[in-house]
């Protein structure tokens, strides 16, 4: 097996995460939610915020860059604990968006 460090990430991915600010002032996040929304909107990547978190999709690096950062702005703010979910998703034989999968199930369920 090669070392650790000589192992790549793979060059693409999604991920659906969510962020759970613990010990604020209020049980409203909405605002440090916002925070958040405001960085991976400049970061580039192609997203969409849903209910109970957001889905990015880029390359793996930077999508774990952002979340990361996600974590950073919260703790500036003086949030001390956050608590993350984080679901990651790769393939090798083709490169699939987040929409092609909602997309392909959809036209599954037109042919009933």
């Not at 090669?2 to 659906?16: L, N, Q, V």
């Not at 929304?37 to 849903?50: A, D, N, T």
């Not at 702005?73 to 092609?100: A, C, M, N, P, W």
């Amino acid at each position: 097996m090669a070392e650790a460090s000589s192992i790549p990430t793979p060059p693409h991915c999604t991920a659906d995460f969510c962020l759970i600010p613990i010990g604020t002032s209020s049980p409203s996040v909405s605002a440090q939610i916002a925070d958040v929304q405001r960085l991976i909107e400049k970061s580039g990547l192609k997203y969409v915020m849903h209910s109970a978190g957001t889905t990015l999709e880029g390359p793996w690096d930077r999508v774990h860059q952002v979340i990361g950062q996600a974590h950073t702005i919260l703790h500036q703010q003086g949030i001390i604990r956050i608590q993350s979910d984080i679901r990651v998703g790769s393939r090798t034989d083709k490169e699939q968006s987040f929409e092609d999968k909602v997309n392909k199930v959809r036209e599954l369920l037109k042919n009933d």
